[in-house]
């Protein structure tokens, strides 16, 4: 009964600022980390960071304008955008790391864009 449920996705500016928030369910909290995903059109998923709890790690694309935070009491999961581009575009998962379930949600979509 694993359900992870992506939300805060939208259109915003360039230059501007989006919190997205994963819901979790099940038992992967309690002793796997997590991360966040996108998958641009025409591209493949890609990780864009992961929090296992010893260390965080980040695509060379997003370093320095994303943070991946966690709170394990109400199970959930969330990345600060910052300083956005539209080459951020993309429709945005979370999922477990560094080994994601084959289940994956719906996403959340992010449009960047004047």
């Known amino acids: 009964q694993v359900q992870l449920v992506e939300s805060g996705g939208g259109l915003v500016q360039p230059g501007g600022s989006l919190r997205l928030s994963c819901a979790a369910s099940?038992?992967?909290?309690?002793?796997?980390?997590m991360g966040w995903y996108r998958q641009a059109p025409g591209k493949e998923r890609e990780l864009v960071a992961g929090y296992t709890g010893i260390s965080a790690n980040y695509a060379d694309s997003v370093k320095g304008r994303f943070t991946i935070s966690r709170d394990n009491a109400n199970k959930m999961v969330y990345l600060q955008m910052n300083s956005l581009k539209p080459e951020d575009t993309a429709v945005y998962y979370c999922?477990?790391?560094?080994?994601?379930?084959?289940?994956w949600g719906q996403g959340t979509p992010v449009t960047v864009s004047s």
């Open positions: 099940g038992d992967i909290f309690s002793i796997y980390g």
């Open positions: 999922n477990r790391h560094p080994r994601p379930l084959q289940y």
